[in-house]
């Protein structure tokens, strides 16, 4: 099915920053074309906006939108209701265990963004918990969610987990009698990505967030915005939805300390990655930002490329190659020639649970894994070949 774009039209005016009169008069302009509403609830899922999408007809124009497609919003609002709250409450019990065990850990992305930045767990839509431990606890913890129902998503000999923890950034565990998905992580991305952020120092530096009743120690806004960038940049931004927290917390925290996070993203190399983020949220989603940095995020002229590259590929029907399109347009991201190099020669030598469980090798034999990685890829690549 193509999307027209009436039905992307509806979508980005309910996600705008705040609807001012303005919007308000386009969302009712909007909601008198003929829409088709199964493809557009169809789009507020894949971009996880669909709270966004009900909360907005709702408070505006509830009167314009057909009577079933209002209950089925509402089902699906609901919907999303009765599992974050779900969600928040293991995240909590979780948090606690941990706690108990003498384990530092710091929730981010989930619940508890929601609600720091929205302030209602109610008004996102999310599909798993991430928790940010210290390298040295993960077994521990690995061993502790075994304890509580959860599985991790692959089987790796204690080689091979070796070998998994310095070449990945989380792992990930599912709880199959809860439904729930769970990402443990020591890194914020993979170290082939060359974002070196010193994750020791988000331990000194955290703010308290409310959330079911307790306050639990979060990022405080700078890294958060931060992070919140390199993660959107590293799937090319393409959700709606990860535009839209970067509003979201543009509005809600007025007190970013701008100087901070320039000089932090600048000693990381990570300037075009901050100002994608924030040229998108403001050309895209209206998000308001200070004068200066509004000049600042358009001195560059490859952000605005890679910004019309994601609005281009951001409604596309067929999904995109996660392959040589992905890594090109993340080359592009660094700004620093010295860290495009550096990406091109690790992102070879990356390990991946398929390179590491292709062959099964005894520890004094681990380091042929990075032998064997160009066999697999080989042999993967020419099946597609051959296969058309």
């Not at 798993?128 to 509580?148: A, E, F, G, T, W």
């Not at 990945?168 to 170290?191: A, D, M, Q």
Request: aromatic content about 8%; proline content about 5%; charged content about 25%.
């Amino acid at each position: 099915m193509t999307t027209r774009q009436s039905e992307i039209n509806l979508l980005l005016t309910c996600a705008q920053s705040h609807l001012h009169t303005e919007h308000e008069d386009a969302l009712r302009r909007r909601l008198s074309d003929d829409l088709d509403w199964p493809e557009v609830l169809r789009l507020a899922r894949q971009h996880a906006v669909l709270p966004l999408l009900y909360h907005q007809l709702r408070t505006v124009a509830p009167q314009a939108v057909p009577h079933a497609v209002q209950n089925e919003l509402r089902r699906r609002f609901r919907a999303n209701l009765r599992r974050n709250l779900s969600m928040t409450a293991e995240l909590l019990k979780i948090l606690r265990m941990l706690e108990a065990n003498g384990i530092a850990a710091i929730p981010y992305k989930g619940p508890v963004l929601a609600a720091a930045i929205y302030g209602d767990v109610a008004l996102r839509q999310f599909g798993d918990l991430d928790i940010l431990v210290k390298r040295q606890d993960v077994l521990k913890v690995k061993n502790l969610l075994l304890s509580q129902g959860y599985q991790p998503e692959f089987d790796l000999t204690p080689t091979q987990e070796s070998a998994y923890l310095r070449s990945s950034c989380e792992y990930n565990f599912k709880n199959k009698t809860k439904g729930i998905h769970l990402e443990i992580h020591w890194r914020i991305v993979r170290p082939y990505f060359m974002f070196s952020l010193d994750t020791t120092r988000l331990w000194d530096h955290l703010e308290p967030v409310q959330l079911g009743g307790y306050h639990i120690q979060s990022l405080r806004p700078e890294e958060l915005l931060l992070i919140l960038c390199v993660h959107g940049s590293k799937h090319q931004w393409e959700r709606i939805g990860w535009i839209r927290d970067v509003v979201q917390l543009l509005h809600c925290r007025r007190d970013i300390r701008w100087d901070q996070l320039i000089e932090r993203s600048t000693r990381l190399g990570a300037i075009r990655i901050l100002r994608l983020g924030l040229f998108l949220a403001h050309d895209l989603l209206g998000a308001t930002l200070p004068l200066a940095i509004s000049k600042w995020v358009r001195v560059d002229r490859t952000v605005q490329k890679l910004a019309a590259q994601v609005c281009e590929q951001l409604f596309q029907a067929m999904p995109r190659s996660p392959d040589l399109g992905h890594h090109a347009f993340s080359l592009k991201m660094r700004e620093r020639w010295w860290d495009r190099i550096a990406y091109s020669c690790r992102l070879p030598g990356a390990l991946t649970v398929e390179d590491l469980t292709f062959v099964p090798l005894p520890s004094y034999l681990s380091g042929l894994y990075y032998c064997l990685r160009p066999v697999r890829l080989l042999g993967k690549y020419a099946e597609r070949l051959l296969q058309g």
